[in-house]
């Protein structure tokens, strides 16, 4: 899936790295096409969201890019000014995660205490929204655009490292971890993209006290990113040595966890359970 969010930070690499190729600063820049130092700056870190093709032009001509590769930055730049899906979700999701996530070609996530995003059946992500206080019109909006979200499995891997806390939370109502259990299993036993791994509340306290994050892969030579979830709304990590220190506790994790096939043979015992 294209992404305008990925296409936006690739062609604001493609603009720094042409820029120093062509041995200029800003203010170098900015001072032959008579612009601020902060509107190149806001452009080549991606703070300002639609550059036109008129201004990206102007900067290619200035660091020489011609022909083919010229063309190519062209199309990151109207591929970058379209009006995604999730921009009419923004009062139920957080448009700076999902941009990344549409684009990312894998995916490792730890969800904590609830079942990962795009595990969940409709009825628990309304559970959730419900339990978050959102109006029954706002449930709606959550799960249609969580449906939305799950639309990415048909493309990038995902592999999820699953609380057996998370499912235990809905035990009140067997019915619903029955449905959740039995659509995990069927995620990770009938897609070689997906893989799950449970970790046992027998595991006791492990490196995943510190909260859930995500971990997402791009193509094209795109660096890893980590979304890290906060109460007051998550953020978009990029330092590479922030993004190994999450990448080492995912480790942890997955050592902690039990192997996929048991993953799946405690869910089926689960739901027979119940």
């Not at 929204?129 to 048909?154: C, F, H, P, T, W």
Request: net charge negative.
């Amino acid at each position: 899936m294209t992404s305008p969010t990925v296409r936006r930070r690739r062609l604001s690499a493609e603009l720094r790295r042409h820029r120093m190729q062509a041995g200029m600063t800003l203010s170098d820049v900015a001072q032959e096409l008579e612009w601020s130092p902060a509107k190149l700056g806001h452009i080549e870190t991606g703070i300002r969201k639609w550059p036109s093709v008129m201004e990206i032009s102007a900067l290619l001509r200035l660091y020489g890019v011609t022909g083919g590769r010229r063309e190519a930055i062209l199309t990151l730049v109207r591929e970058s000014r379209l009006r995604p899906w999730w921009t009419e979700y923004e009062d139920v999701l957080s448009s700076a995660y999902v941009g990344n996530e549409a684009g990312a070609v894998a995916l490792r996530v730890y969800a904590g205490i609830l079942v990962p995003d795009l595990l969940q059946v409709p009825d628990y992500t309304a559970a959730v929204g419900r339990s978050l206080g959102r109006s029954e019109r706002s449930v709606d909006r959550m799960v249609a655009a969580y449906l939305k979200r799950q639309e990415v499995l048909e493309s990038a891997r995902l592999h999820a490292i699953l609380e057996e806390d998370a499912l235990q939370k809905i035990s009140y109502d067997r019915g619903l971890l029955r449905e959740q259990a039995e659509r995990i299993v069927e995620l990770a036993t009938g897609s070689d993209r997906v893989t799950v791994q449970l970790i046992p509340t027998s595991a006791g306290p492990h490196p995943g006290a510190a909260g859930p994050f995500t971990i997402l892969e791009f193509d094209e030579g795109e660096e890893d990113l980590v979304y890290v979830e906060a109460t007051t709304g998550g953020s978009i990590v990029e330092a590479e040595e922030a993004v190994d220190a999450c990448k080492a506790v995912w480790g942890d994790l997955a050592r902690v966890a039990v192997s996929p096939q048991t993953t799946v043979a405690i869910l089926r015992r689960m739901m027979l359970l119940t």
